[in-house]
Protein backbone atom coordinates (compact mmCIF):
# COMPACT_ATOMS: atom_id res chain seq x y z
CA UNK A 1 0.00 0.00 0.00
CA UNK A 2 2.78 2.48 0.73
CA UNK A 3 5.65 3.04 -0.83
CA UNK A 4 9.18 1.87 0.29
CA UNK A 5 12.96 2.08 0.06
CA UNK A 6 15.11 -0.18 -1.49
CA UNK A 7 15.68 -3.03 0.73
CA UNK A 8 19.19 -2.81 1.81
CA UNK A 9 19.39 -4.37 5.36
CA UNK A 10 21.78 -6.92 5.62
CA UNK A 11 21.63 -10.01 7.77
CA UNK A 12 25.06 -8.40 10.03
CA UNK A 13 23.33 -5.80 10.88
CA UNK A 14 20.26 -8.01 12.50
CA UNK A 15 22.84 -10.53 13.81
CA UNK A 16 24.62 -7.65 15.85
CA UNK A 17 21.19 -6.75 17.19
CA UNK A 18 20.74 -10.59 18.41
CA UNK A 19 24.17 -11.14 19.49
CA UNK A 20 23.54 -7.81 21.90
CA UNK A 21 21.44 -9.70 23.50
CA UNK A 22 23.13 -12.46 24.26
CA UNK A 23 26.35 -10.56 25.28
CA UNK A 24 24.35 -8.35 27.72
CA UNK A 25 21.81 -11.30 29.28
CA UNK A 26 22.55 -9.54 32.72
CA UNK A 27 21.64 -6.62 31.91
CA UNK A 28 18.09 -7.25 30.14
CA UNK A 29 17.10 -9.61 32.88
CA UNK A 30 16.31 -6.99 34.92
CA UNK A 31 14.47 -5.42 32.17
CA UNK A 32 10.27 -5.71 31.46
CA UNK A 33 9.16 -8.60 29.14
CA UNK A 34 7.82 -8.76 26.03
CA UNK A 35 9.15 -5.08 25.64
CA UNK A 36 7.30 -2.00 26.63
CA UNK A 37 6.45 0.60 24.78
CA UNK A 38 5.16 4.23 26.79
CA UNK A 39 2.32 5.91 24.16
CA UNK A 40 3.56 9.41 24.48
CA UNK A 41 4.09 12.18 21.93
CA UNK A 42 7.56 11.89 22.11
CA UNK A 43 7.13 7.92 21.24
CA UNK A 44 4.00 6.99 19.88
CA UNK A 45 2.93 10.40 18.40
CA UNK A 46 -0.62 10.01 19.67
CA UNK A 47 -1.61 8.18 23.04
CA UNK A 48 -4.33 6.48 21.93
CA UNK A 49 -6.79 4.77 21.27
CA UNK A 50 -5.40 1.41 23.15
CA UNK A 51 -5.96 -2.11 22.57
CA UNK A 52 -6.34 -4.81 25.21
CA UNK A 53 -2.31 -5.40 25.43
CA UNK A 54 -1.94 -1.13 26.17
CA UNK A 55 -0.50 -0.75 22.66
CA UNK A 56 -1.60 2.41 20.26
CA UNK A 57 -4.16 1.15 17.72
CA UNK A 58 -2.54 3.17 14.78
CA UNK A 59 -5.39 2.15 12.66
CA UNK A 60 -8.09 3.96 14.80
CA UNK A 61 -6.17 6.27 16.09
CA UNK A 62 -5.76 7.72 12.35
CA UNK A 63 -9.42 7.00 11.29
CA UNK A 64 -10.47 9.15 14.39
CA UNK A 65 -8.51 11.97 12.82
CA UNK A 66 -9.50 11.57 9.23
CA UNK A 67 -13.04 11.00 9.93
CA UNK A 68 -13.45 14.01 12.61
CA UNK A 69 -16.15 16.41 11.18
CA UNK A 70 -17.37 14.11 8.39
CA UNK A 71 -21.38 13.23 8.57
CA UNK A 72 -22.59 10.31 6.27
CA UNK A 73 -24.61 12.66 4.31
CA UNK A 74 -21.60 14.97 3.39
CA UNK A 75 -19.58 11.70 2.54
CA UNK A 76 -18.64 11.01 -0.91
CA UNK A 77 -16.57 8.24 -0.19
CA UNK A 78 -20.45 6.31 0.77
CA UNK A 79 -22.10 6.65 -2.67
CA UNK A 80 -18.80 5.95 -4.50
CA UNK A 81 -18.32 3.02 -2.81
CA UNK A 82 -21.81 1.97 -2.96
CA UNK A 83 -21.58 2.30 -6.95
CA UNK A 84 -18.38 0.75 -7.35
CA UNK A 85 -19.17 -2.34 -5.25
CA UNK A 86 -16.29 -4.85 -5.16
CA UNK A 87 -13.47 -4.01 -6.36
CA UNK A 88 -10.46 -6.11 -8.14
CA UNK A 89 -13.54 -8.84 -8.16
CA UNK A 90 -13.65 -9.05 -3.91
CA UNK A 91 -16.45 -7.61 -1.78
CA UNK A 92 -14.54 -8.00 1.13
CA UNK A 93 -12.47 -5.03 1.57
CA UNK A 94 -15.68 -3.37 0.28
CA UNK A 95 -18.01 -4.39 2.97
CA UNK A 96 -15.48 -4.15 5.59
CA UNK A 97 -15.03 -0.09 4.84
CA UNK A 98 -19.04 0.02 4.70
CA UNK A 99 -19.14 -1.47 7.79
CA UNK A 100 -16.70 0.95 9.29
CA UNK A 101 -18.91 4.07 7.75
CA UNK A 102 -21.80 2.42 9.39
CA UNK A 103 -23.49 1.16 6.14
CA UNK A 104 -25.00 -1.96 4.92
CA UNK A 105 -22.48 -4.43 2.77
CA UNK A 106 -22.76 -4.60 -0.52
CA UNK A 107 -25.16 -7.45 -1.84
CA UNK A 108 -25.60 -9.18 -5.38
CA UNK A 109 -28.08 -7.18 -7.15
CA UNK A 110 -26.79 -3.64 -5.94
CA UNK A 111 -24.64 -2.11 -8.24
CA UNK A 112 -21.58 -3.09 -9.23
CA UNK A 113 -19.10 -0.95 -11.73
CA UNK A 114 -17.76 -3.09 -14.33
CA UNK A 115 -13.80 -2.16 -14.52
CA UNK A 116 -12.40 -2.59 -18.36
CA UNK A 117 -10.25 -5.98 -17.18
CA UNK A 118 -13.63 -7.57 -15.81
CA UNK A 119 -15.36 -6.71 -18.94
CA UNK A 120 -12.46 -7.38 -21.58
CA UNK A 121 -11.81 -10.49 -19.51
CA UNK A 122 -15.72 -11.43 -19.74
CA UNK A 123 -15.61 -10.82 -23.29
CA UNK A 124 -12.22 -12.00 -24.91
CA UNK A 125 -10.71 -14.64 -22.48
CA UNK A 126 -7.65 -15.95 -23.20
CA UNK A 127 -7.14 -14.08 -26.43
CA UNK A 128 -4.52 -11.19 -25.52
CA UNK A 129 -4.55 -9.78 -28.68
CA UNK A 130 -8.23 -9.08 -28.96
CA UNK A 131 -8.16 -7.57 -25.45
CA UNK A 132 -5.77 -5.37 -26.18
CA UNK A 133 -7.56 -3.76 -28.53
CA UNK A 134 -10.40 -2.94 -26.93
CA UNK A 135 -8.35 -1.98 -24.08
CA UNK A 136 -6.43 0.89 -26.42
CA UNK A 137 -9.94 1.97 -27.80
CA UNK A 138 -10.29 3.42 -23.80
CA UNK A 139 -7.18 5.88 -24.39
CA UNK A 140 -8.33 7.12 -28.02
CA UNK A 141 -12.20 7.63 -26.37
CA UNK A 142 -10.95 9.73 -23.64
CA UNK A 143 -8.39 11.28 -25.85
CA UNK A 144 -10.93 13.67 -28.50
CA UNK A 145 -14.52 14.07 -29.30
CA UNK A 146 -16.25 10.72 -30.58
CA UNK A 147 -19.72 9.13 -31.39
CA UNK A 148 -21.03 5.59 -31.23
CA UNK A 149 -19.66 4.70 -34.65
CA UNK A 150 -16.22 5.45 -33.71
CA UNK A 151 -16.06 3.16 -30.79
CA UNK A 152 -18.59 1.44 -30.65
CA UNK A 153 -17.39 -1.36 -27.98
CA UNK A 154 -16.32 1.57 -25.52
CA UNK A 155 -20.04 2.95 -26.00
CA UNK A 156 -21.41 -0.25 -24.92
CA UNK A 157 -19.20 -0.34 -21.93
CA UNK A 158 -20.32 3.05 -20.87
CA UNK A 159 -24.30 1.85 -21.86
CA UNK A 160 -22.77 -1.27 -18.98
CA UNK A 161 -21.96 1.31 -16.40
CA UNK A 162 -24.69 3.78 -16.97
CA UNK A 163 -26.24 3.77 -13.90
CA UNK A 164 -22.80 3.15 -11.78
CA UNK A 165 -21.25 6.13 -13.54
CA UNK A 166 -24.63 8.39 -12.38
CA UNK A 167 -24.62 7.23 -9.38
CA UNK A 168 -20.95 8.16 -8.85
CA UNK A 169 -21.39 11.33 -10.52
CA UNK A 170 -24.28 12.20 -8.00
CA UNK A 171 -22.28 11.30 -5.24
CA UNK A 172 -19.10 13.12 -5.86
CA UNK A 173 -21.08 16.44 -5.42
CA UNK A 174 -20.78 15.81 -1.41
CA UNK A 175 -18.79 18.04 0.14
CA UNK A 176 -16.04 16.06 2.13
CA UNK A 177 -14.61 12.85 1.77
CA UNK A 178 -13.39 9.66 4.32
CA UNK A 179 -12.44 6.45 3.50
CA UNK A 180 -11.44 4.73 6.70
CA UNK A 181 -8.64 2.17 6.83
CA UNK A 182 -9.75 -1.35 7.57
CA UNK A 183 -8.19 -4.51 8.52
CA UNK A 184 -8.89 -8.19 7.43
CA UNK A 185 -6.87 -9.61 9.94
CA UNK A 186 -6.91 -7.72 13.41
CA UNK A 187 -3.26 -8.84 13.62
CA UNK A 188 -2.70 -7.11 10.41
CA UNK A 189 -0.73 -3.98 10.68
CA UNK A 190 -0.66 -0.74 8.13
CA UNK A 191 1.87 -1.90 5.60
CA UNK A 192 -0.90 -4.81 4.85
CA UNK A 193 -4.04 -3.47 4.09
CA UNK A 194 -5.34 -2.63 1.02
CA UNK A 195 -6.88 -0.43 -1.01
CA UNK A 196 -8.78 -1.65 -3.86
CA UNK A 197 -11.52 0.67 -4.84
CA UNK A 198 -8.66 3.45 -4.87
CA UNK A 199 -6.88 1.56 -7.78
CA UNK A 200 -10.47 1.29 -8.98
CA UNK A 201 -11.42 4.50 -9.08
CA UNK A 202 -8.77 4.89 -12.18
CA UNK A 203 -11.32 2.88 -14.13
CA UNK A 204 -13.87 5.20 -13.03
CA UNK A 205 -12.13 8.30 -14.39
CA UNK A 206 -11.05 7.08 -17.35
CA UNK A 207 -14.82 6.36 -18.15
CA UNK A 208 -15.99 9.34 -16.85
CA UNK A 209 -13.75 11.03 -19.54
CA UNK A 210 -14.52 8.80 -22.23
CA UNK A 211 -18.54 9.77 -21.65
CA UNK A 212 -17.09 13.18 -21.29
CA UNK A 213 -15.99 13.06 -25.00
CA UNK A 214 -18.76 11.20 -26.05
CA UNK A 215 -20.65 13.99 -25.35
CA UNK A 216 -18.42 16.51 -27.02
CA UNK A 217 -18.49 14.49 -30.12
CA UNK A 218 -22.35 15.22 -30.39
CA UNK A 219 -22.04 18.97 -29.02
CA UNK A 220 -23.47 18.33 -25.79
CA UNK A 221 -21.29 21.07 -24.33
CA UNK A 222 -22.77 21.20 -21.12
CA UNK A 223 -23.26 17.80 -20.29
CA UNK A 224 -19.41 17.07 -21.55
CA UNK A 225 -18.15 19.76 -18.90
CA UNK A 226 -20.78 17.95 -16.20
CA UNK A 227 -18.87 14.72 -16.36
CA UNK A 228 -15.22 16.64 -16.46
CA UNK A 229 -16.08 18.44 -13.21
CA UNK A 230 -17.21 15.42 -11.83
CA UNK A 231 -13.57 13.64 -12.88
CA UNK A 232 -12.03 17.09 -10.83
CA UNK A 233 -14.28 16.18 -7.45
CA UNK A 234 -13.10 12.70 -8.00
CA UNK A 235 -9.58 13.33 -8.16
CA UNK A 236 -9.87 15.96 -4.54
CA UNK A 237 -11.66 13.31 -2.76
CA UNK A 238 -10.00 10.50 -3.23
CA UNK A 239 -6.63 12.69 -2.73
CA UNK A 240 -7.74 13.77 0.53
CA UNK A 241 -7.67 9.70 1.48
CA UNK A 242 -4.71 10.00 4.28
CA UNK A 243 -1.63 8.24 2.46
CA UNK A 244 0.10 8.74 -0.02
CA UNK A 245 -0.83 6.39 -2.73
CA UNK A 246 -4.53 8.63 -2.51
CA UNK A 247 -2.74 11.61 -2.92
CA UNK A 248 -0.61 10.41 -5.92
CA UNK A 249 -4.12 8.51 -7.45
CA UNK A 250 -5.80 11.44 -6.80
CA UNK A 251 -3.06 13.58 -8.58
CA UNK A 252 -3.28 11.69 -12.07
CA UNK A 253 -6.75 11.20 -12.23
CA UNK A 254 -6.44 15.06 -11.91
CA UNK A 255 -4.76 15.33 -14.91
CA UNK A 256 -6.36 13.10 -16.69
CA UNK A 257 -9.29 16.06 -16.59
CA UNK A 258 -7.10 19.12 -17.62
CA UNK A 259 -5.98 17.15 -20.78
CA UNK A 260 -9.37 16.56 -21.47
CA UNK A 261 -10.22 20.48 -20.06
CA UNK A 262 -7.84 21.63 -22.94
CA UNK A 263 -9.83 19.28 -25.73
CA UNK A 264 -13.28 20.92 -24.46
CA UNK A 265 -12.23 24.31 -24.96
CA UNK A 266 -11.07 23.63 -28.24
CA UNK A 267 -14.48 23.12 -29.56
CA UNK A 268 -15.35 25.18 -32.03
CA UNK A 269 -19.24 26.11 -30.15
CA UNK A 270 -17.26 27.34 -27.58
CA UNK A 271 -18.05 30.94 -26.41
CA UNK A 272 -16.21 33.51 -24.44
CA UNK A 273 -19.52 32.96 -21.63
CA UNK A 274 -19.17 29.09 -21.35
CA UNK A 275 -15.34 28.99 -21.05
CA UNK A 276 -15.02 31.66 -18.24
CA UNK A 277 -17.81 30.12 -16.43
CA UNK A 278 -16.18 26.94 -16.22
CA UNK A 279 -12.90 28.70 -15.91
CA UNK A 280 -14.56 30.49 -12.00
CA UNK A 281 -15.92 26.72 -11.61
CA UNK A 282 -12.17 25.02 -11.78
CA UNK A 283 -10.66 28.29 -9.79
CA UNK A 284 -13.14 27.73 -6.91
CA UNK A 285 -11.67 23.98 -6.54
CA UNK A 286 -9.21 23.48 -3.98
CA UNK A 287 -6.26 22.04 -4.58
CA UNK A 288 -5.79 18.18 -4.91
CA UNK A 289 -4.34 16.67 -1.89
CA UNK A 290 -2.09 17.76 0.55
CA UNK A 291 1.49 15.86 0.75
CA UNK A 292 2.21 17.34 4.07
CA UNK A 293 -0.47 16.10 5.76
CA UNK A 294 0.09 12.41 4.58
CA UNK A 295 3.38 12.42 5.17
CA UNK A 296 2.92 13.61 9.03
CA UNK A 297 -0.12 11.64 9.22
CA UNK A 298 -0.66 8.05 7.76
CA UNK A 299 3.17 8.01 6.47
CA UNK A 300 4.26 8.66 10.12
CA UNK A 301 1.78 6.39 11.88
CA UNK A 302 2.52 3.61 9.13
CA UNK A 303 6.49 3.84 10.27
CA UNK A 304 5.22 3.82 13.82
CA UNK A 305 2.78 0.89 13.93
CA UNK A 306 5.39 -1.16 11.83
CA UNK A 307 8.16 -0.18 14.51
CA UNK A 308 5.84 -1.26 17.59
CA UNK A 309 4.44 -4.61 15.45
CA UNK A 310 8.33 -5.83 15.17
CA UNK A 311 8.25 -5.29 19.41
CA UNK A 312 5.29 -7.08 19.77
CA UNK A 313 7.01 -9.85 16.97
CA UNK A 314 4.08 -9.83 14.63
CA UNK A 315 6.30 -9.17 11.62
CA UNK A 316 7.58 -12.39 9.78
CA UNK A 317 11.08 -10.75 10.46
CA UNK A 318 13.23 -7.65 10.16
CA UNK A 319 14.61 -8.93 7.15
CA UNK A 320 11.80 -9.31 5.66
CA UNK A 321 9.71 -6.22 6.03
CA UNK A 322 9.31 -5.60 2.08
CA UNK A 323 7.60 -8.94 1.87
CA UNK A 324 5.07 -7.69 4.37
CA UNK A 325 3.81 -10.93 6.12
CA UNK A 326 5.41 -14.08 6.63
CA UNK A 327 2.83 -15.91 4.42
CA UNK A 328 4.84 -14.36 1.29
CA UNK A 329 8.45 -15.87 2.73
CA UNK A 330 6.51 -19.39 2.45
CA UNK A 331 6.94 -20.22 6.00
CA UNK A 332 4.32 -20.86 8.95
CA UNK A 333 5.03 -18.82 12.73
CA UNK A 334 7.09 -22.16 14.10
CA UNK A 335 9.55 -22.31 11.01
CA UNK A 336 10.31 -18.31 10.94
CA UNK A 337 10.88 -18.56 14.79
CA UNK A 338 12.99 -21.07 14.51
CA UNK A 339 14.89 -19.97 11.63
CA UNK A 340 17.99 -17.78 11.74
CA UNK A 341 16.19 -14.34 10.96
CA UNK A 342 13.49 -15.30 13.07
CA UNK A 343 15.76 -15.87 16.14
CA UNK A 344 17.58 -13.01 15.54
CA UNK A 345 14.49 -10.98 15.85
CA UNK A 346 13.39 -12.87 18.95
CA UNK A 347 16.89 -11.88 20.33
CA UNK A 348 16.38 -8.04 18.71
CA UNK A 349 12.65 -7.99 20.64
CA UNK A 350 14.36 -8.74 23.91
CA UNK A 351 17.36 -6.40 23.97
CA UNK A 352 15.75 -3.00 22.38
CA UNK A 353 15.17 -0.28 24.52
CA UNK A 354 11.69 0.20 22.83
CA UNK A 355 10.64 3.95 23.85
CA UNK A 356 14.40 4.83 22.38
CA UNK A 357 13.32 3.47 18.76
CA UNK A 358 9.96 4.48 18.79
CA UNK A 359 11.63 8.43 19.66
CA UNK A 360 14.31 7.91 17.36
CA UNK A 361 11.30 6.68 14.35
CA UNK A 362 9.05 9.60 15.31
CA UNK A 363 11.85 12.40 15.12
CA UNK A 364 12.45 11.35 11.26
CA UNK A 365 8.83 11.69 10.49
CA UNK A 366 9.22 15.20 12.03
CA UNK A 367 12.36 15.61 9.69
CA UNK A 368 10.22 14.48 6.48
CA UNK A 369 7.79 16.41 7.24
CA UNK A 370 9.20 19.69 7.06
CA UNK A 371 10.61 18.83 4.03
CA UNK A 372 6.48 18.24 2.56
CA UNK A 373 5.72 21.43 4.48
CA UNK A 374 8.81 23.67 2.76
CA UNK A 375 6.55 26.81 1.48
CA UNK A 376 8.65 26.81 -1.91
CA UNK A 377 10.10 24.36 -4.14
CA UNK A 378 13.45 25.62 -3.54
CA UNK A 379 13.41 25.55 -0.10
CA UNK A 380 12.14 21.75 -0.17
CA UNK A 381 14.92 20.87 -2.56
CA UNK A 382 17.27 22.11 0.30
CA UNK A 383 15.96 20.28 3.30
CA UNK A 384 15.55 17.37 1.50
CA UNK A 385 19.28 17.57 0.61
CA UNK A 386 19.90 18.09 3.98
CA UNK A 387 17.18 14.46 4.77
CA UNK A 388 19.24 12.78 2.32
CA UNK A 389 22.80 13.14 3.19
CA UNK A 390 21.53 12.24 6.90
CA UNK A 391 19.79 9.25 5.45
CA UNK A 392 22.86 7.73 3.47
CA UNK A 393 24.94 8.42 6.71
CA UNK A 394 22.30 6.47 8.68
CA UNK A 395 22.50 3.51 6.36
CA UNK A 396 26.28 3.34 6.02
CA UNK A 397 26.79 3.81 9.95
CA UNK A 398 24.25 0.88 10.80
CA UNK A 399 26.29 -1.47 8.25
CA UNK A 400 29.67 -0.48 9.46
CA UNK A 401 32.05 -2.10 12.02
CA UNK A 402 30.97 0.44 14.50
CA UNK A 403 27.14 0.21 13.72
CA UNK A 404 27.75 -3.52 14.82
CA UNK A 405 29.91 -3.23 17.78
CA UNK A 406 27.46 -0.78 19.06
CA UNK A 407 24.38 -2.53 18.61
CA UNK A 408 26.36 -5.57 20.76
CA UNK A 409 28.12 -3.17 23.48
CA UNK A 410 26.53 0.00 23.53
CA UNK A 411 23.35 -1.27 25.50
CA UNK A 412 19.26 -1.24 24.81
CA UNK A 413 19.17 2.37 24.04
CA UNK A 414 22.09 2.40 21.73
CA UNK A 415 20.40 -0.54 20.03
CA UNK A 416 17.21 1.34 19.93
CA UNK A 417 18.43 4.12 18.20
CA UNK A 418 20.49 2.01 16.12
CA UNK A 419 17.22 -0.75 14.81
CA UNK A 420 14.97 2.51 14.47
CA UNK A 421 17.49 3.93 11.88
CA UNK A 422 17.60 0.92 10.16
CA UNK A 423 13.56 0.68 10.18
CA UNK A 424 13.58 4.32 8.82
CA UNK A 425 15.93 3.45 5.64
CA UNK A 426 13.62 0.38 5.13
CA UNK A 427 10.12 2.29 5.73
CA UNK A 428 10.56 5.61 4.80
CA UNK A 429 8.49 6.65 1.38
CA UNK A 430 10.26 8.33 -1.39
CA UNK A 431 8.86 11.91 -0.26
CA UNK A 432 11.42 14.04 -2.75
CA UNK A 433 9.79 11.89 -5.28
CA UNK A 434 5.96 12.71 -3.98
CA UNK A 435 7.18 16.33 -3.73
CA UNK A 436 7.96 16.65 -6.85
CA UNK A 437 4.54 14.83 -8.45
CA UNK A 438 2.75 17.36 -6.35
CA UNK A 439 4.57 20.36 -8.17
CA UNK A 440 3.92 19.13 -11.05
CA UNK A 441 0.50 18.81 -10.79
CA UNK A 442 0.01 22.78 -9.26
CA UNK A 443 2.31 23.52 -12.06
CA UNK A 444 -0.10 22.11 -15.13
CA UNK A 445 -3.34 23.70 -13.04
CA UNK A 446 -1.60 27.31 -13.33
CA UNK A 447 -0.49 26.32 -17.00
CA UNK A 448 -4.27 24.89 -17.84
CA UNK A 449 -5.76 28.60 -16.50
CA UNK A 450 -3.61 30.41 -18.63
CA UNK A 451 -4.93 28.73 -21.31
CA UNK A 452 -8.42 29.41 -20.25
CA UNK A 453 -7.57 33.05 -20.42
CA UNK A 454 -5.87 32.76 -23.73
CA UNK A 455 -8.67 31.01 -25.31
CA UNK A 456 -11.42 33.63 -23.45
CA UNK A 457 -9.70 36.47 -24.57
CA UNK A 458 -9.50 34.33 -28.64
CA UNK A 459 -13.23 34.48 -28.30
CA UNK A 460 -13.83 37.32 -27.66
CA UNK A 461 -11.52 39.45 -29.89
CA UNK A 462 -11.06 36.86 -32.79
CA UNK A 463 -6.75 36.26 -32.41
CA UNK A 464 -5.04 34.59 -29.67
CA UNK A 465 -2.74 37.65 -27.69
CA UNK A 466 0.60 38.49 -28.63
CA UNK A 467 2.16 37.79 -25.18
CA UNK A 468 0.57 37.08 -22.25
CA UNK A 469 1.07 40.29 -20.63
CA UNK A 470 -2.02 41.76 -23.00
CA UNK A 471 -4.06 39.22 -20.59
CA UNK A 472 -3.33 41.59 -17.78
CA UNK A 473 -5.48 43.06 -15.84
CA UNK A 474 -8.59 41.61 -17.56
CA UNK A 475 -8.45 38.13 -17.68
CA UNK A 476 -5.10 37.81 -15.65
CA UNK A 477 -4.04 39.74 -11.93
CA UNK A 478 -0.56 38.64 -13.17
CA UNK A 479 1.37 36.24 -15.64
CA UNK A 480 1.90 33.40 -12.95
CA UNK A 481 5.64 32.87 -11.84
CA UNK A 482 6.84 29.08 -12.83
CA UNK A 483 7.77 27.51 -9.89
CA UNK A 484 10.81 25.54 -11.71
CA UNK A 485 12.44 28.95 -13.18
CA UNK A 486 11.07 31.35 -11.02
CA UNK A 487 10.32 33.25 -14.21
CA UNK A 488 6.75 34.28 -15.98
CA UNK A 489 5.07 31.23 -17.76
CA UNK A 490 6.35 30.56 -21.10
CA UNK A 491 3.83 31.77 -24.35
CA UNK A 492 4.67 30.30 -27.93
CA UNK A 493 1.96 31.07 -30.82
CA UNK A 494 2.14 31.49 -34.41
CA UNK A 495 -1.21 33.57 -34.48
CA UNK A 496 -3.71 30.45 -34.30
CA UNK A 497 -1.94 27.46 -32.42
CA UNK A 498 -0.67 28.46 -29.04
CA UNK A 499 1.38 26.81 -26.02
CA UNK A 500 1.18 27.53 -22.84
CA UNK A 501 4.19 26.26 -20.38
CA UNK A 502 6.11 26.11 -17.51
CA UNK A 503 9.96 24.59 -18.02
CA UNK A 504 9.77 21.40 -15.62
CA UNK A 505 11.55 19.80 -13.40
CA UNK A 506 14.85 20.41 -15.41
CA UNK A 507 14.79 24.28 -15.43
CA UNK A 508 15.19 24.07 -19.18
CA UNK A 509 13.26 25.84 -21.39
CA UNK A 510 12.60 22.93 -24.14
CA UNK A 511 10.70 25.55 -26.13
CA UNK A 512 7.53 23.76 -25.28
CA UNK A 513 8.05 20.38 -25.64
CA UNK A 514 6.93 17.92 -23.17
CA UNK A 515 7.13 13.86 -22.35
CA UNK A 516 8.12 11.38 -25.61
CA UNK A 517 8.86 14.37 -27.48
CA UNK A 518 12.70 13.78 -27.65
CA UNK A 519 14.75 13.10 -24.87
CA UNK A 520 14.96 15.22 -22.30
CA UNK A 521 11.91 17.44 -22.87
CA UNK A 522 9.48 17.64 -19.51
CA UNK A 523 8.05 21.03 -20.33
CA UNK A 524 4.89 21.13 -18.80
CA UNK A 525 2.15 22.07 -21.47
CA UNK A 526 -1.43 22.89 -22.58
CA UNK A 527 -2.06 24.06 -26.00
CA UNK A 528 -4.55 24.89 -28.58
CA UNK A 529 -5.11 22.78 -30.50
CA UNK A 530 -4.73 20.66 -27.68
CA UNK A 531 -1.55 17.60 -28.45
CA UNK A 532 -2.95 14.32 -28.47
Not at 407 to 428: D, E, P, Q, T, Y
Not at 499 to 525: A, F, I, R, S
Amino acid sequence: MFAFSNRWLSSTVVLGFGLGSMALAAEKSSEPQPPLITPSKATTNVTGPLDADGYVDFVAALNEQLGAGVSPNENAAIPLLQAMGPCEGNSVVTNLVLKELGQRPWQPGDLDFQSMGELGRARFGDNQAAAQAFYNQQGQAGSRPWTEKDFPDMAAVLSTNAQSLTAISEGLKRPKYYRPLVRRDSNDTMIMLLLPDIQESRDVARQLQMRAMLHLGHGRLAESRQDLMSLHCLARHIARGGTLIEGLVGIAIDAMAMHSDSVWLHHPAQTAETIAEYRAELQALPAVGDVARQMNLTERYCGLDATQAIARGRHGSVMSLSAYDAGELGVDNFDRWMSPEGFADALVAMSVNWDVAMSTMNGLYDDLSKVAAASTRQERLAVLGELDKRLLQIRSDATSVKGVVSSVFGGNKARGKNLANVLASLLIPAVGSACEAYDRAATRREVLDVLFAVAELEKTEGMPPESLAVLVPKYLKSVPIDRYSLEPMRYLTDGTAVKVYGVGPNGVDNHGLTYGQGEGNDDLVYSLPPTP
